[in-house]
């Protein structure tokens, strides 16, 4: 079993780090060298299996077999991207994208964004503006960084005994959710709105295959969907204007064979341990 160990940590390493896409040519040599190493250490377990004594451990050395076989089936099917436009004449054919042998059309988009934080500036040096007659102009105010605030969800901000700003204070007029750039706290300090992060976003998308009606799917960030045994991965979205997104479509023919091995595996393994008597080591 120890060797079956050592040989599942190589095979780890040899498949996690690479992928074969449509991008680069690099990247489909390392998925061969990974595919012939994988075929020698599934040639090499097979081996073990028949050599073993306990059926639980023919078992376990079968399933990781079958897992590896698995995944490296996946890692030499090819992945392509595409670029989904968001259409508002779905479900007519106008906006569709082909991907394998289906239809993808996108219909909605929304990002849900972090919290918005303030960067609070308070002032520290106020100069007279010179004119070319007469007095002074105006006066120009500097100011110091002094940290970071965060509003309530309601519009308002406390800021301590630079004082607070009623609920509301920091939303456009008769926009809610719309923070404003920037505003004046009650002795003086200036408060700014800084970049807010995405936190999620997620695209309602459109399946259209002959002869059927087109099927809803929702996808978001780490959440893929299967459509007809290809695995959809949202990637990113246009950031100028939020009305496109690419996505990785990739066929896993190997993944329930895969499951199915690292299951027998696991099953294999913990009969074997609790089969063994006087914590002898099984071959």
Known sequence: MTRSMILLLAVAGLL??????????????????????TLILAITMLAACFRARSSWIRLAHLSLVIAILGIGLDRLTPRSFHTIP??????????????????????????TRYPPDYAWYRPFQTSAIP????????????????????????????????????????YHPGTPGEWVHQALLPDGSL????????????ATLLVHRDNQPPSTHTLRVNQP?????????????????????????????GRIPALTGLLGLMIGTCAAILKRPGGGHAA
């Open 131 to 170: 004119s070319r007659a007469g007095p002074p102009a105006g006066e120009s105010v500097d100011y110091v960084r002094r940290g970071t605030l965060r509003p309530s969800a309601d519009g308002g901000i406390r800021a301590g005994t630079a004082g607070h700003l009623p609920p509301g204070s920091l």
């Open 191 to 202: 408060i700014q709105l800084l970049p807010r992060k995405d936190q999620d976003y997620t």
């Open 86 to 111: 968001l259409s508002t004449e779905l479900p007519d054919h106008a906006g569709w994208v082909p991907v394998h042998h289906f239809e993808l059309g996108m219909k909605a988009f929304t990002i």
């Open 16 to 37: 996690v780090p690479g992928t074969l896409t449509t991008k680069s040519s690099g990247a489909a040599w390392m998925a061969w060298t990974q595919a012939g190493a």
């Open 225 to 253: 969907v299967s459509v007809d045994g290809v695995r959809l991965y949202l990637q990113s979205y246009d950031p100028e204007t939020g009305q496109a997104i690419t996505l990785l479509a990739h066929r896993t023919p």
